[in-house]
Nanobody
């Protein structure tokens, strides 16, 4: 059983930064791929970034490339999403997800992930 807990969301002014964290616990292993998604009201869940368990491979959606960066602290089993130059359209609930045992690939769709966190709200005021 794998559990994911996100934290770090909140209210920030446009142009500001936030760092989201996703702590993984339970039966974790090197075959996992981790991802960040977000969902604004009335929209589908949107892929943002993905990273393999060792942190050696990453992939970011074009929509956030250059502003958002995914990373991982292996000692803490924690994945981060550093978000800079935030805009009002970045307002959403942000979710961490884990794909179990598929090995590294650019996993960008919701069905490719097996476990999800509860989400953390990010609100960007203009």
């Amino acid at each position: 059983q794998v559990q994911l807990v996100e934290s770090g969301g909140g209210l920030v002014q446009a142009g500001g930064s936030l760092r989201l964290s996703c702590a993984a616990s339970g039966r974790t292993f090197s075959g996992f791929v981790m991802g960040w998604f977000r969902q604004a009201p009335g929209t589908e869940r949107e892929f943002l970034a993905t990273i393999n368990w060792s942190g050696s491979n990453t992939y970011h959606a074009d929509s956030v490339k250059g502003r958002f960066t995914i990373s991982k602290d292996n000692a803490k089993n924690t994945v981060y999403l550093q978000m800079n130059s935030l805009k009002s359209e970045d307002t959403a609930v942000y979710y961490c997800a884990a794909s179990l045992g598929r090995g590294w690939a650019r996993l960008t769709t919701v069905p490719q992930y097996d476990v999800w966190g509860q989400g953390t709200q990010v609100t960007v005021s203009s």
